[in-house]
């Protein structure tokens, strides 16, 4: 069983695996998404966040690099590489999929035709546009689990298919939060629509959307991609 260190592993101000699990939860909201994409249940108490991890057969090492990740801590490519395992950042990455194609968004667009009832002009082209929006989503991460995710069971296999790598899909990874953020800034800018509780409630639905759609874009760039290629060398 490794012996974990936080001063030799984790640099100051990084989360350890000695810290608190219910400290990083109550210090950043956001990692409730994460704990849940993980697949750790609520109810941790007063345990550690090694404590929690191992009770749920999560790599400590893999969660604490998607923690400190995201909390804007600098993770180094060779800690990376060393210490985080490929098959626990895909499974997440399918976690977070399910969560944004069967729950966000579908309930963003329903808190929309709230905020906008009617069927005006400017209803039905706010409507229209994240429907097409939403569709980009789900075609950028059904490509991921069709193509990406299928080629990174196989190098895990040990086979090296010629006709896909790893740098194909780096080229052509979009940033799918772009859309939602011109989104935010016509009905911000442009809806002649008085303030209302249901449009307030919308609206921090698409900013913490986009957020999280950028955190899970980072996970694919910083972790993801890097540690393919070291597959495919």
Not at 212 to 225: T, Y
Request: hydrophobic share 35%.
């Amino acid at each position: 069983m490794a012996d974990f260190n936080r001063k030799t592993m984790y640099q100051i101000g990084q989360y350890g695996p000695g810290d608190d699990m219910s400290t990083l939860i109550c210090e950043n909201y956001q990692m409730l998404l994460v704990v849940h994409r993980f697949g750790i249940p609520l109810g941790f108490g007063d345990k550690s966040i090694d404590e929690v991890c191992r009770e749920n057969r999560v790599d400590t090492h893999t969660f604490l690099n998607v923690v400190n990740l995201l909390v804007g801590n600098h993770v180094e490519l060779e800690d990376i590489e060393l210490s985080v395992s490929l098959p626990e950042i895909v499974g997440y990455l399918r976690n977070s999929h399910s969560y944004f194609l069967d729950f966000r968004l579908p309930s963003i667009r329903k808190k929309l035709l709230e905020a906008f009832s009617g069927n005006d002009g400017l209803t039905m082209a706010i409507i229209r546009y994240y429907d097409e929006y939403s569709a980009e989503v789900h075609k950028h991460m059904m490509h991921e689990e069709e193509v990406v995710f299928p080629y990174v069971k196989k190098l895990l296999a040990g086979e090296h298919p010629a006709d896909y790598d790893i740098d194909t899909f780096s080229r052509h990874h979009d940033n799918v939060e772009s859309k939602l953020l011109e989104l935010k800034n016509i009905i911000i800018k442009y809806c002649p629509t008085r303030s209302s509780n249901e449009l307030n409630n919308m609206l921090f639905d698409l900013f913490s959307c986009s957020e999280d759609l950028a955190s899970h874009n980072r996970i694919e760039d910083e972790l993801l991609i890097p540690m393919v290629r070291r597959l495919e060398m």
